[in-house]
């Protein structure tokens, strides 16, 4: 993000109304490659065709924010690599991670990984310090460390039908998975921020605070997240795609500012349960509208949104969730141009 970027979204976290409404995406493996025309292993292997892919989106789609930017990443893979899961990379599809937990009682022979060291942290830490003179050289600078969050690790080192089934079975190794996860994810945020010091928001992404009803989340994710974004960082970003109603009445108090919900809660339904306390990034349908849709189902969906929504405030129009594969360029330009005229 630019400097103006940046101090424009402390705005709209402040409450602040901006003129245009402002737009922003969360962009990574699942849209950048396929829109760039390149395979998705290439650009998750080679730094300068992933830089290449974020630095034409920057260029193409000048007003939107790119949340977090320059997302250094190796898919689902990153942080479950660190615990020595088996990783892998197909050609073109989503790398995914195979979950070394067959048994409960195997949870208390987990060590805690070094993110100085283990896995492919370093990687993903080298690709930054890499990209950073070169994101510089055109006004943009790292503003964000990223993860998954304790509940979504946990689920690929055992299973998501697994991890969820031990919550009842098992809820004390279970805690322990979920201490070990966290204090690893406060280590990881930490030397992201150590070794980029214009890093001042962090972003946690946990789509299986979604799969949990209201006393599951009160007892085995509310801790960890609050645990987790108990930082001194001017930006606290929580992306769960999954269903929220039983779980966003908690995020304020958690410490997040900033929200990426799914579709499945109506936007002024969000606000109610929250009390108003997050800024919520959202909610265009990502794949019936965005990806799948034609521009003027992308500019009537926009236009909807703003027409139900007086209170601009708080605000930063988006899809809901991140964005999908094959939203095309004339999409975005269509979403931009009803932000713009909204």
């Not at 943009?140 to 919550?167: D, K």
């Amino acid at each position: 993000m630019t400097n103006q970027q940046w101090n424009d979204l402390l705005a709209v976290l402040r409450g602040e109304v901006l003129r245009p409404a402002p737009v922003g995406f969360i962009i990574d493996c699942p849209w950048l490659p396929g829109w760039h025309g390149v395979e998705i292993a290439d650009y998750l292997a080679s730094e300068t065709l992933w830089f290449e892919a974020n630095r034409r989106a920057i260029a193409t789609f000048p007003e939107a924010w790119f949340l977090p930017g320059f997302w250094s990443e190796f898919g689902m893979c990153t942080e479950p690599s660190a615990f020595g899961c088996r990783c892998v990379f197909p050609r073109n599809e989503f790398p995914f991670a195979e979950k070394i937990v067959g048994d409960v009682s195997q949870i208390d022979g987990l060590k805690a990984p070094d993110p100085r060291t283990d896995g492919l942290l370093p990687f993903m830490l080298n690709r930054l310090k890499w990209a950073r003179p070169r994101m510089e050289d055109f006004g943009h600078q790292i503003r964000f460390s990223v993860s998954r969050g304790p509940l979504n690790i946990a689920t690929f080192l055992m299973g998501t039908t697994e991890f969820l089934m031990a919550l009842k079975t098992d809820p004390e190794p279970v805690h322990r998975l979920l201490q070990l996860a966290t204090h690893f994810l406060k280590q990881w945020h930490a030397l992201q921020r150590e070794t980029i010091p214009t890093i001042d928001g962090m972003l946690v992404l946990d789509d299986i605070v979604g799969f949990m009803g209201e006393k599951d989340f009160v007892e085995f994710g509310l801790p960890y997240l609050r645990d987790l974004f108990a930082t001194d960082v001017a930006v606290k970003f929580f992306h769960n795609d999954a269903p929220c109603a039983k779980s966003i009445k908690y995020y304020p108090d958690a410490g997040i500012t900033l929200f990426n919900p799914g579709v499945q809660t109506p936007l002024a339904e969000m606000r109610r349960l929250s009390d108003d306390r997050l800024t919520i990034l959202g909610t265009i349908p990502p794949r019936d509208v965005l990806a799948q849709g034609t521009p003027d189902d992308v500019r009537a969906a926009v236009r909807r949104l703003l027409a139900e929504t007086p209170d601009r405030s708080r605000l930063i129009l988006s899809c809901a969730g991140g964005m999908p594969p094959g939203v095309s360029t004339e999409n975005v330009h269509a979403f931009l141009e009803a932000a713009r005229n909204g």
